[in-house]
């Protein structure tokens, strides 16, 4: 029911949006010198402004959320006009009231119920903490936590309890509603984790490893949580059959310049027209230079980059290949092997795109200091 509404109010906040936005971009910066026809701000609008279905969803929680309506600011990385654009329209529907300290919220309480609830890490680490009643160790293998077979074969490595928690954290900050997450492979049982602390949410896991795929069937029955799973060879990039609408898609590929590209293309093919965002564990071990082609890849596919965090994927030291006694002994050499094994073997960044779900014009001929 609430997400017919929502969809009937995002149409409604386009109209809103793109007239506000014509009428107040005149007194812009470098705008307010420009002769531009009502056409020509329309068409910026069109191209650069205008929001996805889930772009929209994402903004209005973020306004409503523990920040209050400066989350959009602080999430957004953007100024006081798009918290106007948001906030104005909110409250002239009645969606939202404001209070004396400038809080914005529901005027509805059900409508909170919609919406995925935003989790720092210690709330997260705190809910698993309570469903799996054992206390978690940040720096282990997050494997250690549901007891599964590390397969070296299929290139499976384990990030860290820690790391999966800050890569939950992210996806509750994004996604804007209970449905389905998209995970592009999940040996570190990611998917499991997060529908433990956050019930609501459903996920559905494609993988080549079929023991891998038993293993969250067998503890989405045990905990009672909404995964599906399927098996699935992302490489060869054959597409399952889904009925599932996806809102966001997460994969820790391969890490190579091919590998990110082929687990990206899967994701991102099971995107529609509402939008959606992705979640990429991303580490540099064959990929140097070709990062500069890979950013071209992002925007080839529509996938507007909304932030790189370094260092929030970390993999604890195992030893699971004939390189990792090479590199041990090279290190050994210079000092104690305990120290290294104190290091990650590992580390890597966590990056977040937006995928807008229409065309956007390369800008050309543009002023630098004209606002628009």
């Known amino acids: 029911m609430y997400l017919d509404i929502w969809a009937n109010r995002?149409?409604?906040?386009?109209?809103?949006?793109?007239?506000?936005?014509?009428?107040?971009?005149?007194?812009?910066?470098?705008?307010?010198?420009?002769?531009?026809?009502?056409?020509?701000?329309?068409?910026?609008?069109?191209?650069?402004?205008?929001?996805?279905?889930?772009?929209?969803?994402?903004?209005?929680?973020?306004?409503?959320?523990?920040?209050?309506?400066?989350?959009?600011?602080?999430?957004?990385?953007?100024?006081?006009?798009?918290?106007?654009?948001?906030?104005?329209?909110?409250?002239?529907?009645?969606?939202?009231?404001?209070?004396?300290?400038?809080?914005a919220f529901f005027s509805k309480k059900e409508e909170n119920s919609f919406f995925v609830p935003a989790l720092s890490g210690l709330e997260i680490k705190a809910r698993l903490e309570s469903r799996l009643k054992r206390k978690i160790d940040w720096e282990s293998p997050v494997t250690s936590l549901l007891q599964t077979k590390i397969k070296s074969n299929y290139d499976q490595m384990p990030i860290s309890i820690g790391s999966c928690v800050r890569l939950i954290e992210k996806i509750l900050e994004y996604i804007p509603y209970k449905k389905t997450v998209l995970f592009v492979g999940d040996d570190d049982l990611t998917s499991v984790l997060l529908c433990l602390a956050c019930p609501d949410i459903e996920c559905l896991v494609f993988d080549i490893d079929k023991t891998l795929l038993g293993t969250i069937e067998k503890n989405s029955r045990r905990f009672k949580l909404k995964i599906k799973?399927?098996?699935?060879?992302?490489?060869?990039?054959?597409?399952?059959?889904?009925?599932?609408?996806?809102?966001?898609?997460?994969?820790?590929?391969?890490?190579?310049?091919?590998?990110?590209?082929?687990?990206?293309?899967?994701?991102?093919?099971?995107?529609?027209?509402?939008?959606?965002?992705?979640?990429?564990?991303?580490?540099?071990?064959?990929?140097?230079?070709?990062?500069?082609?890979?950013?071209e890849f992002f925007a080839k596919n529509n996938l507007l980059i909304r932030e790189i965090t370094k260092g929030e994927i970390v993999y604890p030291w195992i030893m699971l290949h004939k390189e990792d006694q090479e590199i041990m002994g090279h290190l050994s050499q210079m000092m104690d092997k305990q120290i290294i094994q104190a290091w990650p073997k590992l580390v890597a960044s966590l990056w977040v795109a937006e995928y807008i779900p229409f065309k956007v014009k390369k800008p050309k001929g543009e002023i630098a200091h004209v606002y628009l």
């Not at 109209?15 to 971009?25: D, L, R, V």
């Not at 069109?46 to 929209?56: A, R």
Request: hydrophobic share 35%; aromatic share 16%; charged share 25%.
């Open 10 to 103: 995002y149409r409604k906040f386009l109209s809103y949006h793109a007239k506000i936005f014509q009428e107040n971009a005149k007194c812009w910066v470098g705008v307010q010198d420009l002769d531009l026809s009502p056409k020509k701000i329309r068409s910026v609008w069109n191209n650069y402004e205008k929001p996805s279905f889930f772009g929209f969803l994402k903004k209005v929680k973020d306004i409503t959320g523990s920040l209050g309506p400066s989350g959009i600011l602080y999430n957004n990385s953007t100024g006081l006009w798009p918290l106007y654009y948001y906030l104005s329209f909110l409250k002239k529907e009645g969606i939202v009231s404001i209070n004396k300290k400038g809080r």
């Open 229 to 295: 799973v399927a098996l699935a060879d992302i490489l060869k990039g054959k597409k399952p059959r889904s009925k599932d609408t996806i809102c966001a898609f997460v994969a820790n590929p391969i890490y190579t310049f091919e590998g990110v590209k082929k687990f990206c293309e899967f994701g991102n093919s099971f995107l529609g027209p509402c939008g959606g965002f992705s979640f990429l564990e991303i580490g540099d071990e064959a990929i140097k230079n070709r990062f500069i082609y890979l950013q």
